[in-house]
């Protein structure tokens, strides 16, 4: 199949058809068994192809995509086992992206474009503290205060928090309680270093789709060694990076090859404990995303950490050996063994139990995007090198990328941390003026009789209310310093995951 992606070999050479590439995936199997060898394959293919590429290297062994591999006796071994004689040893064009800015270009996103349903998920929240948290949005929405970075965010909680009974009427009732268990998960977050996640310059998706001048795909790989202390973050993150993805890329149906393709590693997370209404946005995520021209691979040890309504989804499939220690691991075995259009030739289930390092149950679609027969067959060996690079190899990618100085250089414009800072310095000013006046009013002498005291001063009965706008000013002056914020719109968080774009 001369047009297909050579995989695997083994009673026949294995393809996946570039057009079908976009009908989703998954590689899955046990610790040790050769996902990451699978991964890295893929990802070469498809780079080769001029395809862009999205991965998290969880593990720091993907970093040798970027380097021409090494002849080793057992790939040496490997090679002559599959009779590969035309192989040979190339790189791929990389980009390093880190949340924290340390093994690659920051990456950033705005609390706006998170939105609140997905913040509810990075904090845990409940679903009276999420109802709480949508309210902290939406009065930020209506007075225009925007939500870019941590610091927004934690000075809007507060504001709703003081000012609680005025936002009843409006908005519904706001709990104390849910309001501390917000700033407590907030802060939690931010000591883990999650709030180096927001700010600006945010995230250009357009910088993901991008070609080398040989028209080979960029291989995006997020550094998530560190990332991955924190699952929550990671999870959370690379679902929001995908539904971007959906709301920003165009309708281009089916397509010889994909725009990009998306490799989501240790699936479980994504699923695990996640509420209802945001497992359906999952769901309808994955199942859309294809008409964008995205392709999604999901990788995980088992096949049961995936929803069957996201798994039925998932037409390329790579499955690497399983264990069967408990009951649950031998329900996994059964249902791997079911998802694969079946072979006359291989007991699939026991099969599974039996497959060695690097080998696989390998079904592609075929040209009219049935399930292929099932094959047990060797994933090729990468052409990259497997396992990490040095810092130096690192640091001169980075310098050379085309993006290295842009996201460096972060930038703070007004948002909702500066503007009610100003709001509350323009109130001080004010109170301090009304003072003095009250004070120069009550310093007019009184005329005096011998042996007579002047009257006290009459005590001020009260001093007006403040109005509501002086009251949030107030309120921010409390957890608000000088800085100068930003401005974003909300993303796909808000329209597909729960609220509006403005």
């Known amino acids: 199949m001369a047009d297909g992606l050579f995989i695997a070999r ?53 970093a040798g995509l970027s380097q021409p591999g090494e002849l080793t006796p057992k790939l040496q071994e490997r090679i002559h086992l599959l009779r590969l004689a035309d192989f040979a040893f190339s790189g791929s064009p990389v980009v390093f992206w880190d949340v924290f800015g340390e093994q690659g270009h920051p990456v950033r996103t705005t609390v706006s474009d998170m939105g609140p349903l997905l913040f509810s998920r990075l904090l845990n929240l409940n679903e009276v503290q999420s109802g709480v948290l949508s309210l902290v949005f939406r009065v930020a929405d209506d007075n225009g205060l925007l939500l870019l970075d941590f610091k927004d965010l934690r000075a809007m909680v507060q504001y709703a928090g003081d000012h609680a009974d005025e936002f009843e009427t409006e908005y519904g009732r706001v709990s104390t309680a849910s309001i501390g268990a917000i700033q407590r998960g907030l802060l939690a977050l931010e000591e883990q270093g999650g709030d180096r996640l927001f700010g600006e310059p945010a995230l250009n998706l357009d910088d993901l789709v991008q070609t080398d001048e040989r028209g080979r795909g960029m291989i995006n790989i997020l550094i998530a060694d560190k990332l991955m202390l924190t699952p929550m973050l990671y999870a959370t993150f690379l679902l929001w990076l995908l539904a971007e993805l959906f709301e920003e890329l165009p309708e281009v149906g089916d397509q010889e090859k994909p725009k990009l393709v998306f490799f989501f590693d240790e699936a479980h997370l994504l699923f695990t ?52 220690f408990t009951p649950r691991d031998q329900k996994a075995v059964r249902a791997a063994a079911e998802t694969f259009r079946q072979n006359p030739k291989i007991d699939i289930e026991t099969a ?42 690192r640091q001169q990618i980075i310098r050379q990328s085309l993006v290295y100085g842009h996201y460096e250089r972060m930038i703070d414009r007004d948002s909702a941390y500066e503007m009610l800072k100003a709001r509350a310095d323009e109130a001080a000013q004010r109170q301090e003026q009304e003072r003095a006046s009250r004070e120069q009013t009550f310093k007019v002498p009184f005329p005096q009789v011998p042996g007579s005291y002047p009257p006290a001063p009459r005590r001020p009965i009260g001093r007006p209310r403040d109005t509501l ?10 957890s608000v310093g000088s800085q100068i914020g930003r401005q974003v719109l909300r993303g796909i968080l808000g329209s597909i995951l729960g609220g509006g774009r403005r």
């Open 10 to 62: 083994g009673e026949k050479d294995l393809f996946m058809l570039p057009r079908m590439a976009n009908r989703h995936g998954m590689i899955s199997g046990a610790t040790g068994t050769g996902k990451t060898v699978s991964l890295q394959v893929l990802a070469e293919n498809f780079s080769r192809i001029g395809v862009p590429v999205f991965l998290a290297d969880v593990k720091s062994d993907l």
């Open 273 to 324: 404990d996640a509420p209802q209404v945001l497992l359906q946005k999952i769901e309808q995520v994955v199942r859309l995303i294809r008409s964008k021209g995205v392709g999604v691979y999901f990788i995980s040890q088992n096949p049961l950490d995936i929803p069957d309504i996201t798994l039925t989804q998932l037409g390329n499939r790579i499955q690497h050996a399983l264990r069967a």
């Open 352 to 393: 599974i139990l039996e497959l060695r390092v690097g080998e696989g149950l390998v079904s592609f679609l075929d040209e009219k995007g049935q399930p292929g027969i099932v094959e047990r067959a060797f994933i090729l060996p990468p052409s990259s090198r497997m396992g990490p690079i040095s810092g130096e190899e």
């Open 469 to 478: 706008l002086e009251a949030m000013a107030k309120s921010a002056a409390r």
